[in-house]
């Protein structure tokens, strides 16, 4: 039976058409909000799940966040519904990488954001406070809130605690243990996989779950102090939901939107940090991405590729972090987190301090009001006194990438260049999986100034992009082992974990016929970081490359237009994929149109 605060709770309702009310109805008396509300705007949770530790913290936060908001429009009495939280796919890039399921992994981005997107419009979502875990779910959710571009603000989950060796006491990550993969002793390679990651949260070092949190919380969408506690600090359930509600309620009262807080100059300030924090060469495909959806094309509204190793070249890497350092993110944080290393790079003049952010403050009052500590020269360093001298990223150009975008982390060379000049000799593969097994089983093979060209693993090739942590690991222990230089290029991508030279992103990639797919074993590869170039010493001869260009075209037409080392695609999403996807330098994703 009706209760008297029901009828007049009714009595406030006007409702036009009761068969679209009384689910909005039954809901809100499900979740204990006033359904007198029903037709106020719309405020919503919504967080990321997949199968891996980097998303177990994640519906604790999400419930937290939801109770933050209840209480919240209960107290002030918010003219907004409250709907119950949503969740979206995320995939696993640790537990899925050197196996072809890895194909999946950027295409999560994809599909992130179009359920997002989906959520947001169906339901007339006004404001929303997104929850993120793992890598590409984070970035397909900014790029659907950027799309609808409503009132919203994102909260890391956080990233995991580093493991310790129980015999050495030595810290271990997932890094560590892809790298423990060419260990002959069995009982090596299970103590690692029983030790590495213990607890919950994304990756802990500087790979690509920090680097874009950094990157997201720089660009202003989620608070900076936010970012680097670990994924089990209690600050993320105990204060940090309040604090979001403020940021959101904020946003709201003075028309605040995400598109007007992603803007070149933000985009420009939360590149440099990822360069400055030897960030992960994912930066590259997702702030593309991230500006394609405020409507901004990063290379003309905020900075070519020669303006961006200009700026890689002046930048000095101020973190000492895995993969190419000592410390994780726990480190960082215990020394000011975020607010410092943004702080140390606005004293020197590297930052614009008066973009907007989700707090509604500019960056630098953002840091004012922080008061973060000053570097402590071991963990964060300052620009002055640096970790590394240059930055961690370049684009490199050449005649196997003639338009450019393929990209290197300098931040993690470990030796090979004499004078910033690498020539190696072509070694080719047409597939990760077969690089993979000529490691396993035969990796005497491999010798001192090899290039390895993985290919047709591109954005259209796998497709889907995958990472190449796997191989790169394998390499990067078979080079420590041996004192010699590996290189590696690839239409493919590159962990943040990756280390050594490595190059990826090369374009046009080989499925669509762009160099890299004209390259034979014993070709003569040179890059050169002087000149931001990537070259293949054969193919300058014009003869050369007219005569593979053919062979390559007749055996595409003999194979019905795709090329047999390409593998065939049945997955309905794979096939999506493979028709529809952008080129790297466009964010690697898949086309709208």
């Known amino acids: 039976m009706e209760n008297s605060t029901d009828r007049k709770r009714s009595a406030n309702l006007l409702s036009s058409n009761p068969g679209r009310d009384v689910q909005r109805v039954g809901t809100a008396r499900f979740l204990g909000e006033d359904v007198a509300k029903i037709h106020d705007p719309v405020w919503a949770v919504l967080g990321n799940l997949g199968d891996s530790q980097c998303y177990l913290g994640v519906q604790d936060k999400v419930a937290a966040v939801q109770a933050a908001m209840s209480r919240r429009i209960a107290r002030d009495d918010l003219q907004v519904r409250l709907i119950a939280p949503t969740f979206t796919v995320g995939v696993s890039d640790g537990q899925l990488n050197g196996t072809p399921e890895m194909r999946f992994s950027l295409i999560g981005r994809e599909l992130v954001n179009d359920a997002a997107s989906v959520h947001v419009a169906a339901n007339r979502v006004a404001g929303l406070i997104g929850v993120v875990a793992c890598d590409k779910p984070p970035v397909g959710t900014v790029a659907a809130l950027l799309e609808q571009n409503v009132p919203s603000v994102i909260l890391s989950d956080g990233s995991i605690k580093p493991g310790h060796d129980p015999d050495t006491g030595e810290r271990i990550d997932l890094v560590a243990a892809f790298q423990a993969a060419s260990d002959p002793d069995d009982e090596a390679r299970a103590q690692i996989a029983l030790h590495a990651c213990p607890g919950q949260g994304s990756c802990g070092g500087m790979f690509t779950y920090n680097t874009m949190q950094s990157f997201i919380g720089v660009l202003g969408l989620e608070p900076l102090h936010m970012v680097a506690p670990t994924s089990d600090d209690p600050r993320r359930i105990a204060e940090f939901p309040d604090q979001l509600v403020d940021c959101l309620v904020t946003m709201a009262e003075r028309g605040i939107r995400p598109r007007d807080i992603v803007t070149p100059a933000s985009l420009r300030n939360a ?323």
């Open 271 to 593: 590149l440099t940090v990822a360069i400055a924090m030897g960030g992960s060469t994912n930066v590259m495909l997702h702030s593309v991405e991230i500006a394609r959806a405020a409507g901004i094309d990063l290379w003309e509204d905020v900075l070519s590729q020669d303006e961006f190793n200009a700026l890689s070249r002046r930048l000095p890497v101020i973190v000492n972090m895995r993969p190419f350092g000592s410390y994780s993110m726990v480190d960082v944080d215990a020394e000011g987190g975020l607010p410092t290393v943004v702080s140390e790079l606005l004293s020197a003049g590297y930052l614009d301090g008066d973009t907007i952010t989700c707090t509604g403050e500019t960056l630098g009052e953002q840091i004012e009001r922080l008061a973060p500590p000053a570097a402590d020269h071991r963990v964060i360093h300052s620009a002055s006194q640096p970790f590394k001298d240059t930055g961690g990223l370049r684009l490199l150009r050449g005649n196997l990438a003639p338009d450019g975008g393929a990209i290197l982390k300098l931040a993690g060379v470990e030796g090979g260049m004499a004078g910033g000049v690498f020539t190696g000799t072509a070694r080719v593969f047409n597939s990760e999986r077969a690089l993979i097994e000529a490691l396993d089983d035969r990796p005497d093979d491999f010798q001192d100034n090899d290039m390895v060209v993985i290919r047709y693993e591109g954005p259209r090739g796998a497709p889907g992009m995958p990472e190449m942590l796997d191989p790169t690991s394998k390499i990067t222990t078979l080079c420590r082992q041996r004192g010699i230089t590996i290189a590696l290029m690839t239409d493919a991508r590159f962990s943040g974990g990756s280390v050594g030279l490595v190059i990826g992103h090369v374009a046009p990639e080989a499925l669509l016929g762009g160099p890299i797919a004209l390259v034979e074993d014993g070709d003569a590869i040179t890059v050169d970081i002087n000149d931001d170039r990537i070259d293949c010493v054969q193919l300058a001869d014009p003869a050369v490359f007219a005569g593979r260009t053919a062979a390559w075209t007749a055996a595409v037409t003999s194979n019905g237009g795709l090329h047999p080392d390409a593998t065939p695609v049945t997955h309905r999403v794979l096939k999506r994929m493979r028709a529809t996807a952008l080129p790297a330098l466009l964010g690697g994703g898949m086309s709208a149109g």
